[in-house]
């Protein structure tokens, strides 16, 4: 296993050169090779799905636009060896009744029983398992068969990982093909209060942990969050990264700017409404000057929040309520402004005081 340091720790590690591809080690190079890695997992924003995907196992073009896409590949080698960017690709939105996923996984060419996208939800986000008996919480798996796919519940309580109630199959919309010259998922998870449906709600954040196996490699070839060795991970919910769920556009109104298959900018706020301080969260596809601004109903700047250049990925900033010069603004609706390159994403916020 292996575990990172503080957010932007630099690692050291081997790495030879193979001369004359004679594969003799004898007359290699051992050179030296530096890595930084990022520790600070930060949460996956799902947007609200402006239509629902059509679960056949194909994921088709413009289908999953209004989605988040995101590389979850083993790049790390946890626990089975490393594997390129872009091993798997998890896509993932959801609206009021259902969450809706998808996984792409180009180095898996075929169909093997046991293939799998296995998903953990702490669905209170409280970083423990229920109490005995408790049927409230635990995993899907997502499972390719030739006999057909397969969706299986098994609800887990107490410490974990021992204390697992017996897996069942439930009905949920799934369907896995390589039909697209790899093997490729698209599956729903509904929003509800069995214990086998995500019990939460659009604005609500859950604990999740995600890992995709190819059985026929005996291989992960990806997993979420990439910081948590995948074979212990699972049984502790106090390590899963955040999963937002995407609100209906009416608190916070988000307008996506897309580039061809990808969302390139990410809006949302919570709570909202905001009493005092709301975590403005946003996502951002290249490294590019970054500007987040409050604005009234005049269209008068009340405070700027962000205004520098940032890497591509998640970002957060809190606004407290305060304009520029530290005064507390008065109750009413606001609009924030952000701005990426040359795209641009809007929200609106209620504050009461």
């Not at 953990?120 to 390719?144: C, I, R, T």
């Amino acid at each position: 296993a292996w575990t990172p340091g503080p957010s932007g720790s630099n690692y050291d590690g081997p790495r030879y050169t193979n001369l004359g591809s004679d594969e003799v080690p004898g007359n290699d190079t051992l050179m030296g090779m530096t890595f930084a890695f990022d520790a600070a997992i930060l949460p996956i924003l799902s947007p609200w799905a402006t239509s629902a995907p059509a679960i056949d196992g194909v994921i088709s073009v413009g289908e999953w636009d209004d989605a988040i896409r995101l590389d979850v590949s083993d790049v790390l080698g946890m626990p089975d060896g490393f594997d390129l960017p872009g091993s798997a690709i998890l896509y993932v939105k959801n609206d009021s009744s259902n969450l809706y996923m998808a996984c792409d996984a180009p180095p898996d060419p075929s169909a093997t029983d046991w293939d799998q996208v296995g998903l953990y939800f702490d669905d209170n986000h409280d970083g423990a398992w229920p109490s005995a008996s408790d049927s409230s919480e635990g995993n899907l798996w997502y499972q390719q068969f030739a006999t057909g796919d397969v969706v299986d519940w098994r609800w887990i309580w107490g410490a974990g990982p021992d204390s697992f109630g017996t897996p069942r199959t439930v009905p949920f919309p799934f369907q896995c093909t390589p039909t697209s010259g790899n093997m490729q998922y698209e599956m729903t998870c509904p929003i509800g209060a069995l214990g086998e449906e995500l019990n939460a709600a659009p604005g609500d954040s859950v604990g999740f942990f995600l890992y995709g196996m190819d059985v026929g490699a005996n291989a992960r070839l990806g997993w979420w969050p990439y910081d948590v060795d995948a074979t212990t991970g699972w049984s502790d919910p106090s390590v899963y990264g955040d999963l937002v769920l995407g609100d209906a556009p009416v608190g916070v109104e988000e307008t996506h700017v897309r580039n061809r298959d990808r969302l390139s900018i990410l809006l949302t706020a919570k709570p909202n409404p905001v009493t005092s301080a709301a975590d403005i969260l946003y996502q951002i596809p290249d490294r590019s000057k970054v500007s987040l601004t409050i604005y009234d109903v005049t269209g008068s700047v009340v405070r700027t929040l962000v205004n520098t250049t940032e890497d591509a990925g998640q970002h957060h900033v809190t606004w407290d309520g305060k304009d520029n010069a530290g005064f507390d603004v008065s109750t009413g609706p606001y609009f924030c402004l952000l701005s990426a390159g040359n795209e641009t994403a809007t929200g609106k916020l209620i504050l009461l005081r």
